[in-house]
């Protein structure tokens, strides 16, 4: 287990404070309402990549380990696959570039290029994934993070850029040049694809998406859960507001991540063994020891958060209207009990059928749509935070019936 942390750790740990170093200088730098337009610019782009790409992504890191005659055919049609999603996602991002946000074409440019180019980087992190190479993928993700942050400091401070198209601008220069890096440095025959022709197949196709379809669907929904009150907040109250919870959103949930993921991948590989193993009450008790884990890192976070929440918001970030107690600690609980409900999700998805996790998150979905669209217009930021905290306990409430039904039926066995 300690092995799988330190994995994990040494892996995330500079892509974790790259991408909370770029919330606090966008925030400070840009302000909330360039801010908030990124904020809605990318979920945009996330929406859409991960309903036309990731149930490709998720069947290379299922499949190509088990076709190893097949390696060059079978990688060739990932690539086509992706080559079609990329198309199929730069057109929609360019459609809802042009219709909802109004973009320029430079902006819509540097949108569109970022949304074409961040799929080469899914399907090269997907293959080093499949392949068990950590390090390289940790290299790559190192790699774009670093480049993004090079080339966001020398827009601000160099170029003195103003606009929420510095972070795009930076993410796409990061894109491309860990693509470039990637294909000087690859390992001799971990890729071979076959650019002269088309490796379609219908039956490998559909093989493909149903191997993939429920977690993209499932994944769709939980970021579609974290962009629903951007947008409420942006049509309601304007991209300054939206732009203020965004960041304090954005910091606590990767924060809280950070904190508590080495725990879920860890013991996530010991609950499978277990179960695996026909060892399952042994899994059950992991499970709990895990979640005692969780709270811990949880009182820890919160006792450091409460130490330096004045300083956070009012020197750092300069945003002190969100040291509001009814914004901040709504959001630390959420995305603590959001954490809780991944861990025990892992372990129920080997007994239930992944039907009920989607239809449940979609109502979660649907629940906080109608209540940020009552409660946003006469509360604002509050009614956002409160409604967030809700619909995560509802949903770790549905989590927990099934976890305690679960319980009930390895009992009997």
């Known amino acids: 287990m300690n092995r799988e942390v330190v994995k994990y750790l040494t892996g995330r740990l500079v892509p974790a404070l790259v ?5 606090i200088l966008a925030i400070r730098f840009l302000g909330p309402v360039e801010y908030g337009r990124f904020s809605l610019l990318i979920y945009t782009v996330l929406l859409v990549i991960t309903l036309s790409f990731h149930w490709v992504q998720v069947s290379i890191l299922r499949f190509l380990g088990g076709m190893p005659r097949e390696t060059n055919v079978v990688m060739s049609r990932f690539f086509d696959l992706t080559m079609l999603s990329a198309l199929f996602s730069t057109l929609i991002v360019v459609m809802l570039g042009v219709w909802y946000f109004h973009l320029s074409w430079m902006e819509l440019m540097l949108v569109a290029l970022f949304a074409f180019l961040n799929h080469f980087y899914l399907f090269h992190q997907a293959i080093l994934q499949a392949y068990h190479k950590s390090v390289r993928t940790a290299i790559l993700e190192g790699s774009d993070q670093l480049l993004m942050m090079i080339a966001l400091l020398i827009g601000l401070f160099l170029f003195h850029w103003k606009s929420s198209m510095v972070l795009f601008s930076s993410m796409v220069i990061g894109l491309a040049g860990v693509l470039l890096l990637r294909s000087l440095i690859r390992v001799k025959g971990l890729l071979t694809v076959d650019l002269k022709h088309l490796y379609w197949d219908s039956r490998f196709s559909a093989k493909v998406v149903e191997c993939g379809y429920g977690i993209a669907l499932w994944l769709f929904l939980s970021h579609l859960l974290m962009a629903v009150d951007r947008f409420i907040l942006m ?65 820890i976070f919160f006792i450091v958060f409460m130490v330096g929440k004045q300083w956070l918001f009012q020197d750092v970030l300069k945003i002190p209207e969100v040291n509001v107690w009814l914004i901040y600690l709504p959001i630390i609980l959420a995305a603590f009990i959001w954490q809780v409900s991944l861990l025990l999700q892992r372990f129920l998805e080997l007994i239930f ?23 946003v217009p006469l509360y604002g930021l509050v009614a956002s935070s409160l409604v967030l905290l ?24």
Do not use: C
């Not at 991408?19 to 919330?23: G, R």
């Not at 606590?252 to 590989?269: E, H, M, N, R, V």
């Not at 992944?354 to 409660?375: D, E, H, K, P, S």
């Open 353 to 375: 059928r992944q039907a009920y996790m989607l239809i449940t998150i979609g109502l979660i979905v649907l629940f906080n749509l109608v209540m940020n669209l009552v409660f």
């Open 19 to 23: 991408s909370m170093a770029v919330i």
């Open 235 to 299: 049509e309601y109250l304007g991209y300054h507001d939206a732009g203020m919870y965004s960041a304090v959103k954005d910091l606590l949930f990767k924060g809280i991540t950070f904190a508590s993921f080495p725990i879920f991948i860890s013991y996530q590989a010991k609950i499978l063994d277990q179960w695996n193993g026909h060892h399952r009450m042994d899994a059950l008790v992991s499970i709990k020891e895990a979640l005692s884990f969780e709270i811990l890192i949880m009182i």
């Open 390 to 413: 809700l619909t995560s306990v509802l949903y770790a409430g549905f989590i927990l019936v099934l976890y305690v039904i679960a319980g009930r039926r390895l009992s009997k066995e």
